[in-house]
């Protein structure tokens, strides 16, 4: 049973009174273009749990869509943030140095998939880090063709929203997007686009973009693929074992770069700093945003040497880079590294798949447990053979699991989403796992 003093706590049915007059309120003076899952009115944060403005205390397994990885109101970064603020908040780095953004930069290319020889560009955003890997393979190869998966999710400024592809949603009423851009099926291995089974297939998926994808779309004119190791808005889905490794060579036939789109798998959700490092595969060109801030608006694109030398004034931004942003970055790095994380996260991952995987075989609407670390997908269909989604049953179950408590929200067309902060801690994670498993034999 839940202990209460530890766990999450609900004094006020929600949306409590406080909270309804602020939802009148946003709805006011706020454009409403959001995909809100319920009407959650945050108050504060601590560790693994959030507060609403009504008293109620929620156990945290989204961490702000995987931005809030050491749990909130972590005192090194609060430090860090208040350190420097008193120091400097903004200078544009676009035009003048300082000493947070080229340190923590110098941090990333240590830790670069790539290998240290590289150099970063910052962003506010990973939609603008994006933009910036669009902008720099472009420049770099003089091509124009840019490929992307379906179901991929890499943005919503008009150049990034290109090579989104996830809901329709997102792109209707806003084209014409970036001309040059093609899309070719993501390994979606449980919904195979072309009906065959991982066994045998050989990554037949590849061989399409060989046969097909290049054979309209010039490869001595395509400059990138851009693609996610592990699609986050398209449902939490791995890549197969060795499809990177295979896609990766026909990409390097052609000359084509790869970037891969960290945003909310890097920084360690997955249990290594980044996910493509469990594909043993070297991109060219990687993005990060999310975690990367501690909690501030923080992007960043990290390029190989020679793939970043662009000529002055090609590409800048005023705020990116910012240091109080980078001071935060910094002191993520270092609670990460001081506290062994990466190799917690490996463990807490396995445990969470192996109990989802216990509530799956005792309720068939799960039909899918996929992950890496702590960046969990839990697939909800109607039937494990028709393998319909199941929409309305994954909406019933991530309001009726804030009613009781924990913040959880979906991804794709019907998998709950699974992002606690990188600190929560097994007793935290039993929690959550109860509050989700009673709202499953609910429904």
């Not at 706020?30 to 156990?59: A, C, H, T």
């Not at 899918?368 to 179950?397: C, H, S, Y």
Request: proline share 6%; charged share 25%.
């Amino acid at each position: 049973m839940l202990n209460e003093d530890k766990g999450p706590r609900i004094v006020v049915e929600p949306p409590g009174p406080k909270a309804v007059k602020l939802i009148e309120a946003d709805k006011k003076y706020i454009m409403q273009s959001f995909n809100r899952w319920y009407p959650l009115v945050v108050e504060r944060g601590s560790g693994s749990y959030v507060y609403d403005v009504d008293g109620n205390k929620y156990l945290d397994f989204n961490a702000g869509i995987a931005v809030m990885s050491l749990g909130h109101a972590n005192k090194l970064t609060i430090k860090a943030i208040t350190e420097q603020a008193q120091k400097l908040m903004h200078y544009s780095f676009t035009d003048f140095l300082y000493e947070p953004a080229t340190k923590l930069a110098e941090k990333l290319c240590e830790i670069a998939p790539q290998g240290p020889e590289c150099k970063v560009f910052f962003a506010n955003s990973g939609a603008e880090a994006n933009e910036a890997m669009i902008k720099a393979a472009r420049w770099t190869t003089k091509r124009q063709y840019v490929l992307a998966f379906t179901g991929s999710f890499h943005g919503r400024t008009l150049g990034s929203l290109s090579l989104t592809a996830s809901k329709p949603v997102q792109r209707r009423y806003f084209g014409p997007l970036l001309p040059g851009v093609e899309h070719v099926p993501f390994p979606y291995c449980y919904r195979c686009p072309f009906k065959l089974e991982p066994k045998s297939c050989d990554f037949y998926c590849i061989d399409y973009i060989q046969e097909q994808t290049l054979r309209y779309t010039p490869a001595e004119e395509t400059a990138l693929f851009m693609a996610e190791a592990i699609q986050g808005e398209g449902g939490y889905i791995p890549a197969p074992e060795g499809y990177f490794q295979k896609l990766k060579k026909l990409l390097d036939k052609h000359g084509i770069l790869l970037g891969v789109d960290e945003v909310q798998s890097g920084m360690g959700r997955t249990g290594k700093w980044f996910a493509i490092e469990h594909f043993n595969v070297k991109p060219d060109y990687v993005s990060m945003a999310k975690a990367l801030g501690g909690g501030l608006p923080l992007g960043a694109l990290i390029g190989r040497e020679e793939l970043m030398e662009l000529d002055p004034g090609s590409h800048a931004s005023t705020f990116g880079g910012n240091p109080v942003a980078c001071a935060a970055g910094l002191s993520v790095f270092e609670e990460i590294e001081s506290s062994n994380l990466l190799q917690d996260v490996t463990k807490k991952g396995e445990y969470v798949m192996k109990r989802l995987r216990e509530i799956q075989d005792k309720h068939p609407i799960i039909g899918d447990v996929r992950g890496k670390g702590l960046m969990i997908g839990a697939e909800l269909v109607k039937n494990p053979n028709t393998k319909e989604p199941a929409k309305e049953e994954l909406q019933k179950i991530i309001v009726g699991a804030w009613k009781s408590g924990l913040v959880v929200i979906g991804a794709g067309e019907s998998t709950i989403r699974i992002c606690p902060p990188l600190t929560i801690t097994q007793d935290e994670l039993d929690m959550g796992l109860e509050i989700l498993e009673k709202q499953i034999r609910n429904i």
